[in-house]
């Protein structure tokens, strides 16, 4: 997905042997990041060879699929390889197993299922969680195995799997089969290096050094690259493609490593052997127990796949080629004193140090080897890295200190210490003055520390580069680092509380709980059943839009588009794309037969968006063309060489608080007014204290693991449309408009999606239109994948929103009157306004009956901003509950006391639950234990929020099923007009199908949704799609049931088939169809839940973890414990990306999306969830109104997972204290990144005691 090393999704498994021990070992990699010429001598393993539906699964594989750790299932094929090659037949430990997946993102589960799942396999894993996969088979056992569609067994998985051997590569075997269009072997088999002529430039795989300066010698100036583990170019996307490429990692030299008389390290050692050896080194000789450190330090570089075959020469290389790169090799390798050895010929070695290093001229040379230096135990050294989240990201900064010291005499530093930065500037490194200044003092000299901090400061000078952090936090933090190195030395004398500052956060390993209702006399409904295509997801079988196969003649297409934010496109000339070989076809607003829109006013929107840019640029990376080749490389590159000129180019408007302040009418709408009722209340007259504030949320990328794609085949009488999308209408009417062709010519598919969360509604449209403007015109198969940046940067995302409120309370901080103006962004289109949803989710389970609240749509120069997952009642609740903290603040009481007072009383479930949960969630004693930890830790706080939810539920939608039954044995089909994402839509329907016909869950298949069975529906989305198509469905079988009556007559309690028989030879019509319309018998309905989250932070870093979170959700009776449990889950942990790591920064001055990549966009990873994550659906809450009594899922959590912010307000609070301030409200920006909580600690130099 990604195509840089940040995902993931593509993981397979390596067995191969090391050029230097020879010894073979089983790795995970990243096969976007490998060359297919580079698999010389490997084997390779992916998912489809783990287990599959005919040779049985993989106990991986059930485990994962049981455990419900799949949802969209995009990811899944990832995280089971990730974990095939770490365990591999070897013992793992738990703790293993959750450090080892920081390299795959998953969007939809929240990591929580998959960690248990593969967790249950590790050697300590405990007995009731190596007991759950047992106990769910027991539960599949007394029914149908709803993995494998059959009569339980015995066991899901009987297959045997074999490892699969690496070549025994001596050398000799003849091992060459390249068949490749344009590649040509030209020498091969008895030598022992390879070279593949390709078409435009050379693959040699070398394995002796002097082979790589006879390369050297032949090639001249001609551009090469040398091969390590080749993932460099997951950092920085390389500008042009080398001529040459030189395979290293067959080298021995290169990978070997001698611990006597020096610990030496070849050049092309991987990160992760470096990681074992340092960690086995420092046990074993006590001159090297500092490499410990190291180890720690390179476990937070990347991720398990990188650093499998990512090596330490490519990273400083990197750094050479970069300065500004903040690499951790470099940095920890300085710190120690490392030198490196350049080979610059056979035997012409030079011995440079890491500075020197950086100042070579490396061209024709190879960093052969790394040394580092024995040190004695009176060497203290720390190493930090301090990251946007817990794995996986690149430093703000990152930091080495080495100091001599004697700390018996008061910290006497015996030699200049070693005082090193990344992430300041390209060019610094050494805090030279700090180091000159501290040589030969006492560094628990406070005057002496204080000095050298003020100097320090003085030194480091951080540059501005977006989308980097602030120059500011950059600074402060790397000053507090240099405290806390200081304090982990603990001065003597140094009291507890601020001797805590010295230690790091220490995330101890999660774990989950959950308590449901199920009621087995209604089984397979309100049975906790893994989701039915999960074994499919976990195998590779489940089939995504891409994995198609190809289809012969297919061309595939790319997007161009506009680099300027606002501006005329005066000329377009896609000449030079053309000219190369392969490029098809450029196509642009003019080659659109019918309407340019993707967003056509039939059926739902207020504006025309255009499909390519006619003249008028709306926004930087909108659409103006597309480019149409015969592979997907040569589409990606075509696009970089269509010339656009612009004229006319201003600056974009991207700021919402300009446009506001600007009061410009053009821009700023008013969507919702206070309704009648709302403005004839009078303020209630009890005003003690009137608040003021402002709340500012920013917007949110969906982050689905499959971009945005579609694959258009024209066929006889049309067109077979298969696209990514979550509104097959809104796909068949924008192609009909767009191409002018009939509705009926289009035929649109939908098997499943990797992840929508709103994203893929109407957005898909875009892309689907293009691309079957492409097909129609070449008249060919054409297939569009959107590439993850192009994805970010053309597609719209969740609004940001601003609010400015006043409330006036009484002294209970019960609101007398709330007046707020509620502004979102819309983008570049009035298109999807969700601020009138905001404004009434904000109202939440309060009396709002004294409020008055108006919501503007601001437009603004950004992609036009789009549903996703709780779009409006994510802001609207997380708006009221920053009221409602802001309050309590203001009157002095407890949050949770301050919400209680404001409570609604009609139809209210909150205020019990938020009373049960103080209780379960032991919410007064841990406040307790929270001051009284707060109390004794200076740098460290922790905090504890509960937020309460009500949620309203609203019906507004028509959906579609279809059921039949078919004769022969009985078995059931049923499609619906729902878009199965991973939300579980086709268990549930499935689930209940089976409940209302009274036969196995075995016996249903869902099947493909598609727009002749399902014509005319709406999205999926707004939680409500699973209950309205299982609601279709069941009237399906009800009225199934009704014309197979008459069938029974005769027969005496016939088994299902024996009736289903009798019915057919009558004649019976065995398949039926509905459409929930909105006049259906089910009603609108309100959804309670409540929250309580603990967090930790530290005060001289800005991270923080997410101890403990106990959340209560209202799922009526629910359909699907397990899968509503998922949802819960999920969507809790994509509300922490939200609120806390996940930021959009633009181009001031383009507008272009400057956090486009993995690289800078981080959504949370497994180590970021909470450590201990509890969650209960509302006990014996049946639903008088929904479908079977259950109540949507999807999106309530999400609100509620704004309570993180609210926990880390209570901890910063006791920051405040600490620093002088008083108990007064403060603003904090949003996302609470780490950069912003730490600027919100009021840490700061002047601070710094001991
Ligand atoms: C997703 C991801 C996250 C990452 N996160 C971090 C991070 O947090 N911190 C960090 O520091 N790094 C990070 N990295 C960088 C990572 O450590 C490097 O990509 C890796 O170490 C490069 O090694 P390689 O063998 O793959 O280099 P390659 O890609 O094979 O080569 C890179 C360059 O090194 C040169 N080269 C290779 N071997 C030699 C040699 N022996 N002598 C001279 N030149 C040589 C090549 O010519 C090439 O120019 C990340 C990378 C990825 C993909
Ligand atoms: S890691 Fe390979 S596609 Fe993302
Ligand atoms: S299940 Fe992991 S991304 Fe969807």
């Known amino acids: ?461 951080p540059d501005q580069v977006l989308p980097d952090a602030s120059p500011i936090f950059r600074r402060k933090l790397a000053s507090a680092l240099f405290y806390k190195f200081v304090l982990s030395l603990s001065p003597p004398g140094l009291p507890a509380r601020v001797a805590s500052g010295g230690k790091d956060l220490v995330r101890p390993l999660s774990s989950g709980k959950h308590l449901f209702d199920t009621d087995k006399s209604e089984w397979p409904l309100t049975q906790p059943v893994p989701k039915l295509e999960a074994l499919a997801q976990c195998s590779g079988e489940a089939e995504y839009v891409n994995d198609l196969p190809a289809i012969p003649g297919e061309a595939y297409a790319a997007f161009v588009l506009t680099s300027e934010g606002q501006g005329y496109i005066s000329n377009i000339d896609p000449s030079e794309a053309l000219k190369i070989p392969g490029v098809l076809k450029f196509l642009c607003a003019e080659d659109i037969p019918g309407l340019n829109s993707f967003t056509p006013l039939k059926p739902a929107f207020e504006e025309n968006e255009e499909v390519f840019c006619s003249g008028n640029v709306k926004y930087a990376g909108q659409p103006l063309g597309l480019i149409v080749a015969e592979t997907q490389i040569l589409a990606l590159h075509a696009v970089t060489k269509v010339n656009v000129e612009y004229s006319n180019v201003s600056s974009p408007q991207l700021n919402m608080r300009h446009i506001i302040s600007s009061g410009d009418k053009t821009r700023i709408r008013v969507e919702k007014e206070p309704d009648a009722a709302e403005k004839d209340v009078p303020d209630r007259n009890e005003v003690t204290h009137v608040i003021k504030g402002s709340f500012d949320i920013g917007g949110q990328y969906h982050f689905t693991m499959e971009t945005q794609q579609c694959i258009c085949v024209p066929i006889e009488d049309g067109m077979d449309v298969y696209p990514s999308t979550q509104w097959m209408d809104l796909t068949q009417v924008g192609i009909a408009q767009a191409l002018a062709i009939p509705e009926n010519s289009i035929n649109v598919k939908v098997r499943r999606i990797g992840g929508g969360y709103g994203s893929k509604i109407s957005r898909n449209s875009l892309v689907s239109v293009a691309c079957a403007l492409a097909a129609q015109i070449l008249n060919r198969p054409v297939r569009l994948i959107m590439s993850l940046e192009s994805n970010m940067e053309a597609i719209g995302k969740r609004c940001d929103a601003a609010v400015n409120y006043e409330v006036g309370t009484d002294n209970d901080g019960k609101v007398q009157y709330l007046k707020a103006d509620f502004y979102e962004n819309a983008g570049a289109s009035w298109n999807e306004k969700t601020v009138p949803d905001s404004v009434s989710f904000m109202k939440s389970c309060y009396d709002s009956s004294n409020w008055k609240v108006k919501g503007y749509s601001v437009r603004s120069d950004i992609p036009s901003t789009t549903w996703c997952r709780g779009p409006g009642s994510t802001e609207g609740t997380a708006t009221i509950e920053h009221i409602m903290h802001h309050i309590a603040k203001v009157v002095k009481k407890d949050p949770v006391e301050v919400r209680l007072n404001n409570m609604s009383v009609d139809d209210n479930a909150t205020p019990q639950m938020v009373k049960d949960l103080i209780v379960s969630a032991d919410y007064n004693a841990r406040k307790e234990s929270i001051d009284e930890f707060n109390k004794n830790n200076r740098w460290t706080k922790r905090g504890i929020a509960l937020v309460p939810l009500k949620y309203g539920l609203e019906y507004e939608a028509n959906y579609s099923a279809l059921v039949s039954i078919y004769a022969g044995d009985g078995t059931v089909a049923v499609t619906h007009g729902g878009i199965e994402c991973g939300q579980g839509i086709n268990t549930k329907v499935a689930q209940a199908v089976a409940y209302t016909l009274g036969i196995d869950l075995e016996l249903v298949r869902v099947k493909t949704s598609n727009n002749l069975t399902a014509p005319n529906n709406k999205s999926t989305g707004g939680s409500i799609t699973s209950e309205l198509c299982t609601y279709a469905a069941v009237q399906c079988c009800k009225e199934l049931l009704k014309r197979m009556e008459p069938a029974k007559k005769g027969l005496k309690n016939p088994a299902w088939p024996q009736w289903v028989q009798a019915a057919y030879h009558q004649n019976i019509d065995l398949c039926a169809t509905h459409m929930y319309p909105y006049n259906d018998d089910v009603k609108a309905y309100n959804i309670f839940g409540a929250t309580v989250c603990e967090v930790e932070v530290d005060l001289l870093t800005g991270q923080y973890q997410i101890l403990r979170v106990d959340i209560v959700e209202d799922a009526g009776k629910s359909m699907s414990p397990e899968i509503d449990i998922g949802q819960v889950e999920g969507a809790f942990v994509m509300g922490l990306g939200y609120w806390l790591t996940e930021y959009l920064l633009y181009d001031p001055e383009t507008g272009k999306l400057l956090t486009n990549r993995t690289w800078n966009y981080k959504p949370p990873g497994a180590k970021d969830i909470p450590v201990d994550f509890r969650i209960q659906l509302r006990r014996n809450a049946p639903n008088p109104f929904g479908v079977l009594r259950s109540k949507a899922t999807g999106e309530p959590p999400l609100c509620m997972s704004c309570s993180v912010l609210f926990a880390l307000r209570y901890a910063l609070d006791s920051a405040h204290e600490e620093a002088g301030k008083p108990d007064e409200w403060y603003q904090m920006d949003l996302p609470a990144t780490v950069e912003h909580v730490f600027l919100a600690s009021l840490t700061n130099i002047n601070l710094f005691t001991f």
């Not at 004193?337 to 061209?363: P, R």
């Not at 060019?427 to 030279?432: I, K």
Request: charged content about 20%; some cysteine.
């Open 1 to 461: 997905m990604c195509h840089e090393g940040g995902c993931g999704s593509c993981i397979v498994a390596v067995t191969s042997k090391n050029a230097f021990t020879k010894e073979t070992s089983t790795y995970a990699v990243n096969s976007c990041l490998v060359r297919v010429y580079a698999c010389h001598g490997w084997a390779i393993k992916t998912i489809e060879g783990l287990g599959n539906r005919k040779m049985g699964y993989n106990a991986l594989q059930t485990q994962l699929a049981h455990l419900n750790g799949t949802q969209c299932g995009y990811c899944s094929p990832g995280m089971v390889m990730n974990m095939y090659s770490l365990k591999n037949d070897k013992d793992i430990t738990m703790q293993e197993v959750e450090n080892s997946f920081g390299g795959n993102i998953c969007r939809c589960t929240g990591y929580r299922p998959i960690l248990q799942a593969f967790k249950s396999m590790a050697i300590d894993a405990p007995p009731q969680l190596k007991n759950k996969v047992q106990d769910i088979e027991e539960l599949c056992k007394r029914n149908i195995c709803p993995m494998s569609g059959k009569k339980y067994s015995g066991s899901c998985s009987d297959y045997d799997y074999d490892d699969a051997d690496a070549s025994d590569d001596n050398g000799e075997e003849d091992f060459v089969h390249v068949n490749m269009d344009g590649a040509e072997i030209i020498q091969s088999s008895k030598h022992s290096s390879i070279h593949i002529n390709l078409k435009d430039a050379h693959w040699i795989k070398v394995t002796k050094m002097n082979e790589v300066f006879e390369i050297f010698d032949k090639i001249g100036y001609a551009p090469y690259v040398l091969v390590g583990g080749n993932t460099a170019r997951g950092v920085y996307r390389p500008t042009m493609e080398p001529q040459i490429y030189i395979d290293v990692q067959d080298i021995p030299e290169l990978k070997s490593y001698v611990t006597e008389p020096t610990l030496t390290l070849g050049g092309n050692v991987s990160l992760t052997d470096c990681i074992k050896l340092f960690n086995s080194l420092s046990k074993k000789k006590s001159n090297y127990a500092y490499t410990a450190v190291l180890a720690r330090h390179i476990d937070l570089i990347a991720n398990v796949p990188v650093r499998n075959v990512g090596t330490i020469a490519g990273n400083l290389s990197i750094k050479h080629e970069h300065p500004e790169f903040p690499s951790d090799m470099f940095l920890i390798l300085v710190t120690v004193g490392a030198t490196l050895t350049i080979a610059s010929k056979t035997f012409l070695y030079q011995d440079v140090s890491m500075l020197d290093y950086l100042d070579m001229d490396m061209k024709h040379k190879v960093i052969k080897s790394i040394t580092l230096p024995k040190m004695d135990d009176s060497y203290s050294l720390k190493t930090y890295k301090i990251m946007p989240r817990a794995q996986n990201a690149h430093a703000y900064v990152n930091a080495g200190f080495l100091f001599q010291i004697r700390k018996s005499d008061n910290g006497r530093i015996l030699r200049k210490p070693t005082i090193v930065y990344g992430g300041i500037n390209p060019y610094f490194v050494h805090a030279h003055d700090t180091e000159n200044y501290l040589e030969g003092k006492n560094l628990f000299d406070f005057k002496t520390f204080k000095t050298a901090l003020r100097i320090l400061d003085k030194e480091l000078k």
